[in-house]
């Protein structure tokens, strides 16, 4: 499997066990970096992922850890220094807000306030060269300036603020020789999150497969991949599907 032992990353993916994250840990792996793979309760699948990652000739680890939780965000700092000694990129992809039960101010702790402690958290074991990827939305870019379908407002708004939390620190990772990317994905073809919203407002997806077709989950986990592989310091933002957002 890819590439020589001698350039393997060690890249931490959150969130990896369903959807983007696990298509992610895919990609990386199947270019041959040893992938941490963390997960919230998706502990089978997790293991299996690992599994599935190990039969290929892959390097993968599965870690259990609620970054909303600070001892559990801890303890996941803990468990990536013992077995690694340090990290090559670190996946903001865990995401949440539209699960049932939530509270008003669940989209921005999960959204913004643990993805900021989490990058605070691991910045001492990231090595200079390694790069932060902020996974995020069209729908979080259109906040303000487009309508974004039903319910999802306050996830959109809590993603748009942990992005821009993101870059009020990219200056000072910059100097530790840590780059950050921002990808934004169109809505996904075929994602959890897309049937949900389909049954919730089906018009709001129907919009979008009208201003382009919607980008598939590897299209978009592939560019994931790329950018947490990137060299340098170069703050870099990625969007992966329809365009419109530009014209906001
Ligand atoms: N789906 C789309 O159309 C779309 C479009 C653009 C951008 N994105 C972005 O892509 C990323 C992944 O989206 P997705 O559709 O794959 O999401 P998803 O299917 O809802 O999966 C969310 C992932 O986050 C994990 N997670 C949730 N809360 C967590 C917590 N407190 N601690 C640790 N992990 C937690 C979940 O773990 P468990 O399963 O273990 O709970 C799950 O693996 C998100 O950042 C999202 O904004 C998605």
Redo the contacts with the bound molecule.
């Keep these: 499997m890819g590439v020589r032992v001698a350039d393997r990353r060690v890249i931490l993916v ?8 696990a298509e992610t840990a895919r990609a990386l792996a199947s270019r041959g970096h040893h992938v941490l793979v ?5 502990r089978t699948r997790a293991e299996s992922l690992v599994a599935e990652i190990q039969e290929r000739g892959g390097v993968a680890t599965a870690i259990g ?4 939780q600070p001892r559990s965000l801890s303890a996941l700092v803990a468990r990536v220094s013992e077995l690694t000694g340090g990290l090559d990129a670190l996946v903001l ?4 807000g539209l699960e049932r039960g939530a509270d008003a101010g669940y989209p921005m702790r ?1 959204n913004r306030d ?1 993805q900021v402690t989490l990058v605070e958290a691991m910045t001492p074991l990231l090595r200079p060269g390694s790069r932060v990827v902020f ?3 069209h729908q979080a870019h259109f906040v303000g300036t487009h309508e974004v379908p039903a319910d999802y407002g306050p996830v959109a708004a809590s ?1 748009s603020a942990g992005e821009k939390a993101i870059r009020e620190r990219q200056a000072g990772l910059a100097r530790k020789g840590i780059g950050v990317s921002v990808v934004s ?4 073809e075929g ?4 049937r949900l919203l389909e049954r919730r407002d089906p018009d709001a997806v129907g919009t979008r497969r009208d201003v382009a077709p919607l980008p598939t989950v590897n299209e978009f986990a592939s560019a994931v991949a790329d950018e947490a592989t990137r060299a340098g310091t170069t703050a870099i933002s990625v969007f992966v599907g329809g365009s419109d957002y530009l014209a906001s």
């Design positions: 959150t969130g990896a066990a369903r959807g983007v994250g963390n997960y919230r309760v998706k850890a609620d970054i909303t992809n865990a995401s949440g999960i643990a996974v995020t939305s993603k994905g169109d809505m996904i994602t959890m999150i897309v």
